[in-house]
């Protein structure tokens, strides 16, 4: 299941929030800064050469990264005139401390209402850029730090480039959001570093959640010319520049990377590949990227720039950009500043913790807590061989991490002190957070809570890690409900950045704060979820699924069923999610949301037989590699007689996602649609070009069916009306 | 130190016998000087980024030693806060990139500080402590104006330990023109003009440059430079313009900004090791210590610091004022060089002194200015194989004066220049074997 890996993602081009776009938030200028130097070198007759060095510098420290709006690219301009004016001997541009620039101001351009806007802002960037590239007097990038997008493009029109070996962030996350480097990345890229890398880094890497390169591979992949260290980076470039005039450095670089047909076709069917893998071939940015690509061979610059020009337009006028932009904004934003969040100062720290139960999961509570917050942890469970078992599968954890170099052995050690089993519920009276991931079974948790609260005190805070079961109802007959809370994790727990906060009746705002408080260090990015059945998520999900399950029960063959929702390009199929959650564990919820909702969460007879006959998993795979019902399940499945096409089920599934996120919005079970959205990237992996679900719904017009209204009006993750 | 070190007789039971080993010089570089005022060329480049990029030009320049065979890295800074504080000699090796093997530590001894180190990490060499150690300073006064949060003692004054005017630095060399009367303001005029022809002569045969680590500046509204020269200097600095300065110091005094080494920011680093091990990892040795002295003197009279170290370093090694060949003395104040000069019987203008020019023209960052003389006598070696020794000598606040005495391995050789030197020239080529001007001979 693929993931929104936050640390990837953090840097990713600077871009503003809708409503800061909405409101018309004035340009941050990136000033461009022409200055002379002279750089000793040696081998020249005069002894120096004059260098036209150009500085980006927003004027703000590193958190706000250099970006390139028209009136930056306006100063950008009248500092290569100034430069190319003052006729030295080398032109050379670089950034302010830790970052080169990182592109172009996305939200802006994702509220570009009309085409022409639209092909301004790539028009001009690429006139701009192309000075560079045109030069007489020889250009060098001294790329020090993040360089993204537009940012890294700027470098590539230069002749020359060298990188920081701190430079953090390296990358062309275009085709991730839905549009492609449209600033010469396409056309420049292959003919510096050859069609293969440009292929990894224009397509593989940004399908690949935004993958950044590191300095080392942007050395190997030919991105750059050399590295060079921090320490004295500046110095160490000009010296480098100096080198390469005076003939003592030189660069070896074959245009296209020497690539021959077969080097190209291969390049080229790779991305494809990949881009398929991706998206199921159903976004179109990578399949247009790779075009273009392909195109660099053969087109003369000028003609290849214009053409990347037109489909960047196309693209930044495509419903998959909008929702790309709307869902980066979602995870790099309201992930990190959850809505509803009561005020943080009420959270109470939480400097010991205690996981009630030993198995996969209550292990894997163990090992995050005590990897992320440095606390001590205590396991508890019903007895000594399942409490050791427990305390074994975390010391195992810790010892593969060790294996992998993810950690040092002090770590190590570290943390094996930190997580201790204890049979006695004594060790958790000095405890300020206490999870408890016991059975899924109401009565048995309530006697569970009941025991700890003779022995904690009264601040300290019960989480629940139930995915069904009422919270409230857990509390019901505490002497302090106020301090229990749910608090819901998904399956890997170190991997899914997706947690469910939920407030049950009676949670007061300091145990709430406490538990968004501890989000932040779990690495965490939670959504505020009423106690409501199946919560948000899960209750989308299992309605979904439940369509695809009812519809292969009425009759429709299970491939049809299970790949009617193809055209969204979701990471697995609903029937892999079903085997992915368990058989077992997927029967259990539906049923317990249909005790509470009735029959839009029909509890299929055939799941019931194939958990009942003991099946773990239901796919499998024919010769040909493709994913197929398990023959042993499909002689247990018994079909009805009335069949629907692919379309149907698509369009039952969908009206079905788009009545119950209406209906959790209605029940106020999550504060907004983008909770939801939020909810399936990082808790399902949904991709950015459906921007979750919801821009998605109402662009397709599913929303209006189903329900008669649309999420959010035009404009808003969407193209304008 | 050097020469006369036979193995200490020892007891059969007193343990390994030791043999105290030679101190060499090998290599010597400085950032340029800049101003230290909003203006300045480092006005918003860190004290300790000046460090590391001395730091890594060293071993730059000398890619023989292996940096884990470093182990120390003594680092003076007057001010030890801010961008100078955090023990700036262990944090500038991190930066550097140094491995985390070798140690570092910062030092003080207000102007001679990076003298102090030298002769720190030189002792630790010689007892077989270290094999080799960078020794160096750094002084950002811009961002740390002289006496930055300090809290002298009531007592000082309240006691009568020292008088007021032993604080600042200006008074005690106004102090200094009262206690030699003869040391006129007319004499200390010209020798300030002196050094900044001497200077700018240098600057323009190529002996300056060499010894400068180039250094990338930042600068929000001007983008960012490479400051690749000294920004204090004024070339072409007449007597008569000097007398017309103003004294700062005192109502008709006799100490002006012409006169003294103004504010500046810059660093300085130095690479010694022992003699053996230059041997056999085939660094250039190209001084040798004879040995040093510190001394103090009146606070008031700080200035005079240098004439009590150098008699004291002087007879400790068994030399006379004779013996010497060629004085780096740091110009803090032009009266305070003159005092020296006329205590040892030397002209105003004598050939020995400051071939180069001083602080006067180049600046004097505080804690840094004691490597910037050796790095300079260092060069002066490779030109003179006729001269055998030379001292580094300089005065130091609250009354002290600090001399290195050094030997030149060339003394005695037939070439102008040896090729010990000319791995130290490749910062901008300037091949001294080719330079013909003999302004110093």
Redesign the interface.
């Given at each position: 299941m693929t993931t929104i890996e936050k640390d990837r993602t953090t840097a990713t081009p600077a871009v503003g929030s809708q409503a800061d776009a909405a409101n018309g938030r004035p340009e941050v200028v990136t000033k461009a800064?022409?200055?002379l130097?002279?750089?000793?070198s040696?081998?020249t007759p005069s002894?120096?050469i004059r260098v036209a060095?150009?500085?980006l510098?927003n004027?703000r420290d590193h958190t706000r990264p250099n970006t390139l709006g028209p009136l930056g690219l306006a100063s950008l301009d009248a500092a290569i005139t100034s430069a190319v004016e003052a006729g030295p001997d080398a032109i050379a541009v670089?950034g302010?401390?830790f970052i080169f620039a990182v592109g172009a101001d996305l939200s802006q351009i994702g509220s570009f209402t009309g085409r022409e806007t639209a092909e301004e802002i790539g028009a001009l960037g690429q006139r701009v850029f192309r000075r560079l590239s045109r030069s007489a007097i020889p250009t060098f990038a001294f790329v020090n730090g993040a360089a993204m997008g537009g940012g890294l493009e700027l470098a590539l029109h230069c002749e020359y480039r060298t990188l920081a070996s701190n430079a953090a962030m390296l990358s062309l996350p275009e085709v991730f959001l839905g549009v492609l480097p449209g600033w010469g990345g396409t056309q420049l890229l292959p003919r510096i570093a050859g069609p293969d890398n440009a292929v990894t880094v224009i397509v593989e890497n940004a399908l690949n959640q935004n993958r950044a390169m590191k300095p080392k591979d942007a050395l190997r992949l030919g991105v750059v010319d050399v590295v060079l260290?921090a320490?004295?980076?500046?110095?160490q470039s000009?010296a480098w520049l100096a080198g390469v005039l005076d003939g003592s450095v030189t660069v070896a670089r074959t245009e296209f990377g020497g690539a021959g047909d077969e080097e190209w076709a291969a390049a080229l069917e790779r991305g494809k590949l990949i881009a398929d893998m991706r998206t199921h071939g159903h976004a179109r940015s990578p399949y247009r990227a790779l075009e273009l690509i392909e195109l660099s061979r053969t087109s003369d610059l000028d003609t290849g720039l214009a053409a990347e020009r037109a489909v960047l337009t196309d693209l930044v006028m495509s419903q998959e950009f909008r929702a790309g932009i709307y869902a980066f904004n979602l995870v790099q934003r309201r992930a990190r500043k959850p809505a509803g969040a009561p005020d943080p100062s009420l959270a109470r720290p939480v400097s010991k913790v205690g996981v009630i139960g030993a198995g996969l999961m209550a292990s894997q509570l163990a090992l995050l807590f005590a990897r992320q917050l440095h606390v001590p942890v205590v396991i508890t469970d019903v007895d000594q061989a399942r409490l050791d078992k427990g305390v074994a599968a975390v010391q195992r954890e810790i010892d593969k991490l060790k294996g992998k170099g993810r950690i040092s052995s002090d770590e190590v050690n570290r943390l094996t002190a930190l997580v201790t089993g204890s049979l006695d519920y004594a060790a958790f009276s000095d405890a300020d957070f206490v999870v408890e991931a016991v059975f899924e079974k109401l009565d048995v948790k309530k006697q569970v809570f009941a025991e700890l609260e003779k022995h904690v005190r009264a601040d300290c805070v019960l989480a629940t890690n139930t995915s069904s079961l009422s919270v409230s109802a857990m509390a019901g007959d505490l002497l302090h409900p106020e301090r229990v809370v749910g608090f819901h994790f998904f399956n890997p727990v170190a991997v899914m950045p997706l947690l469910e906060i939920i407030r049950a009746e009676n949670t007061d705002d300091a145990t709430l704060a406490t538990a968004f408080a501890l989000a932040k260090p779990l690495k965490k990015g939670p959504i505020l979820v009423k106690d409501a059945t199946g919560f948000a998520f899960n209750r989308l999900l299992i309605r979904f699924t439940g369509e695809i399950l009812t519809s292969i029960d009425e009759g429709t063959p299970p491939d049809v069923a299970d790949g009617a929702l193809e055209p969204l390009g979701l990471p697995m199929s609903p029937l892999m999610l079903v085997q992915l959650t368990g058989p077992e564990v997927g029967l259990h919820v539906a049923e317990t949301l249909h005790d509470s909702f009735g029959d839009r969460f029909p509890v299929s007879e055939n799941l019931r037989r194939i958990v009942e006959a003991g099946h773990r998993t239901l796919l499998a795979w024919d010769e040909q590699g493709r994913q197929i019902l398990d023959p042993e399940v499909a002689a247990i499945w018994q079909l009805g007689d009335r069949p629907s096409t692919a379309e149907q089920v698509r369009e039952r599934a969908l009206r079905a996602l788009a009545e119950e996120a209406r209906l959790i919005l209605d029940e106020g079970v999550v504060a907004d649609a983008a909770d939801l959205d939020l909810a399936v990237i990082t808790g399902g992996g949904w991709p950015f070009w459906l921007g979750g679900i919801t821009p998605y719904l109402d662009r397709e017009g599913v929303s209006e069916r189903a329900v008669g209204r649309r999420f959010a009006p035009p404009g808003v993750a969407t193209l304008p009306a | 130190m050097a020469t006369a070190a036979p193995p200490r007789p020892t007891a059969p039971d007193a343990g390994p016998a030791r043999t105290l080993r030679d101190v060499v010089f090998v290599e010597g570089v400085r950032t340029p000087f800049g101003k230290a005022d909003e203006k300045g060329q480092y006005a918003d480049t860190r004290a300790d980024d000046l460090v590391?990029?001395v730091i890594?030009?060293l071993l730059r320049r000398q890619p023989g030693l292996p940096p884990e065979r470093i182990d120390e890295v003594a680092i003076a800074a007057t001010t030890q806060t801010g961008d100078q504080g955090l023990t700036i000699g262990r944090t500038a090796a991190i930066?550097?990139?140094l491995p985390r093997s070798v140690p570092g530590f910062a030092i003080d001894r207000m102007c001679a500080g990076a003298m102090t180190a030298v002769t720190t990490v030189a002792s630790g060499i010689a007892v077989g402590a270290y094999d080799a150690a960078i020794a160096g300073g750094v002084e950002h006064m811009g961002h740390h104006p002289i006496g930055e949060g300090s809290d002298p003692n009531p007592r000082f004054v309240a006691d009568r330990l020292v008088d007021p005017s032993a604080l600042n630095m200006g008074a005690t060399a106004e102090n200094l023109h009262d206690r030699y009367p003869h040391l006129t303001r007319q004499r200390a005029d010209a020798f300030a003009a002196a050094s900044q022809e001497k200077y700018a002569k240098a600057l323009a045969n190529g002996k300056i440059?060499p010894d400068l680590?180039?250094?990338?500046t930042?600068s929000?509204?001007?983008?960012?430079?490479?400051a690749?020269s000294d920004e204090m200097a004024r070339p072409g600095t007449t007597l008569e313009a000097l007398a017309t300065l103003r004294t700062p110091f005192r109502p008709h005094g006799r100490v002006t900004a012409g006169n003294s080494s103004g504010l500046s920011d810059g660093a300085t680093g130095c690479l010694l090791v022992s003699s053996d091990v230059a041997a056999e990892l085939g660094l250039p040795v190209r001084m040798r210590m004879i040995g040093y002295a510190f001394a103090g003197v009146d606070p008031e009279t700080m200035g005079t610091g240098p004439i009590p170290s150098t008699e004291k370093a002087l007879a400790k090694a068994g030399l006379t004022i004779q013996d010497i060949g060629l004085i780096e003395i740091n110009e803090a104040f032009a009266v305070q060089v003159l005092a020296f000069t006329d205590h040892f019987g030397l002209a105003d203008d004598d050939e020995r002194v400051n071939p180069y020019g001083g602080a006067i023209a180049m600046g004097h960052p505080l804690a840094s200015s004691g490597v910037r003389l050796m790095t300079q006598l260092a060069r002066q070696f490779g030109e003179r194989p006729d001269v055998r020794y030379g001292i580094t000598t300089m005065c130091v606040g609250l009354g002290m004066g600090g001399t290195v005495i050094w030997e030149n391995p060339l003394y005695g050789s037939d070439s102008e220049a040896s090729s010990d030197t000319e791995g130290s020239d490749?910062?901008?080529?300037?091949d001294v074997d080719h330079d013909t001007t003999g302004s110093t001979l």
């Open positions: 800064i022409t200055r130097i002279d750089v000793p040696p081998r002894g120096s060095l150009i500085t510098d004027g670089t302010k401390p260290d320490a004295d980076y500046l110095e000009l | 590391v990029k890594r030009e930066l550097a990139g440059t680590v180039p250094v990338a930042r929000v509204e001007l983008g960012w430079g490479l690749g490749s910062a901008d080529g300037t």
